[in-house]
């Protein structure tokens, strides 16, 4: 996302979409976060959450979401990769 061109009023409209949601939390004396109760109910979360690594930060999920998340995304995959002009770099 750093690398998009922040001068485009698209760029900076997708940006704030996808962004604005987000919220910085602190951990506390027992290494617990307090999820935002607004985000609690987006997520549609009560008793069980799911928690991806996103590179830097992590994404809380409700379990059934990241479920049929998880089966499309395994779909497309490859074409994902592909259109992203990514290669996997080999070790040895």
């Excluded at 704030?16 to 999820?35: E, Y």
């Excluded at 609690?40 to 979401?65: S, T």
Aim: charged fraction near 30%.
């Amino acid at each position: 996302l750093r690398s998009l061109p922040m001068n485009k009023k698209s760029v900076r409209s997708v940006m704030r979409m996808l962004l604005s949601p987000a919220r910085r939390v602190s951990i506390d004396g027992q290494g617990r976060i307090k999820i935002p109760q607004e985000l609690l109910d987006y997520a549609k979360l009560k008793d069980e959450a799911v928690i991806v690594g996103a590179l830097d930060w992590i994404e809380v999920w409700n379990p059934q979401a990241y479920g049929r998340y998880e089966k499309e995304a395994e779909a497309s995959f490859e074409q994902n990769l592909e259109s992203l002009n990514f290669r996997f770099r080999e070790f040895g």
